[in-house]
């Protein structure tokens, strides 16, 4: 079965920066695309950034663009999201998910809360 | 960027009912348009792709329909588990965007 587990959510201060993870399994990581995708508190689904399967091709929203970097370890199935500058619009649960196009498959979320 | 909306954006239905929710977008993405259903707590499902190719595993009362600007997405006999928000997403172009979301609630 396809599994996607993220971590690294907790509270941070605004400005800060946080890493989030993405453990897969299930399918053969280093062939696909993966990407996050995020929904604030209360509002709809807002795709943030998606990866090339060797890293070579990363894209994001413009809203984050900049302080946000999103990477991959393809020897650990891992994806990664690297937040920095973190203000309030940034507060939201992140999934990662299985896919640069359309999202086959979804973690469960990490949630990031922005607060002093 | 391009934009969608989905109407309505609130449904009430009953358990087997048909319904029916609209995804209109900015500009045409040909058939490159995916639908969602969201269930509070859960990770976001992924119904429908290229618009009405269904997805291994999702039961067949979820039917996509659409190209260019206009889409809907159709559930024959809603079932428990079809409560919920449901999410149409483009990916014709970056950034992917997707609809506001149309949630089904209980009658």
């Known amino acids: 079965d396809v599994q996607l587990v993220e971590s690294g959510g907790g509270l941070v201060q605004p400005g800060g920066s946080l890493t989030l993870s993405c453990a897969t399994s299930?399918?053969?990581?280093?062939?696909?695309?993966m990407s996050w995708v995020r929904q604030a508190p209360g509002k709809g689904l807002e795709w943030v950034a998606n990866?090339?399967?060797?890293?070579?091709?990363?894209n994001y929203v413009d809203s984050v663009r900049g302080r946000f970097t999103i990477s991959r370890d393809n020897a650990k199935n891992s994806l990664y999201l690297q937040l920095s500058s973190l203000g309030a619009d940034d507060m939201a649960v992140y999934y990662c998910?299985?896919?640069?196009?359309?999202?086959?498959?979804w973690g469960q979320g990490t949630l990031v809360t922005v607060s002093s | 960027v391009i934009w969608m909306t989905q109407s309505p954006s609130l449904l009430s239905a009953s358990t087997g009912d048909r319904v029916i929710i609209s995804c209109r977008l900015s500009?045409?993405?040909?058939?490159?348009l995916a639908w969602y259903r969201h269930q509070p707590g859960k990770a976001p499902e992924l119904l429908i792709y290229?618009?009405?190719t269904l997805q291994s595993g999702v039961p067949s009362r979820f039917t996509g329909s659409g190209s260019g600007t206009d889409f809907t997405l159709t559930i024959n006999s809603l079932q428990s588990e079809d409560f919920a928000t449901y999410y149409c997403?483009?990916?014709?172009?970056?950034?992917?965007?997707f609809g506001p979301g149309t949630k089904v609630e209980i009658k």
């Open positions: 299930g399918f053969i990581f280093s062939n696909f695309w």
């Open positions: 990866i090339k399967q060797d890293g070579s091709e990363k």
């Open positions: 290229a618009a009405s």
């Open positions: 997403q483009q990916y014709y172009t970056l950034p992917r965007t």
């Open positions: 998910g299985y896919g640069g196009y359309f999202f086959n498959y």
């Open positions: 500009q045409g993405v040909g058939t490159s």
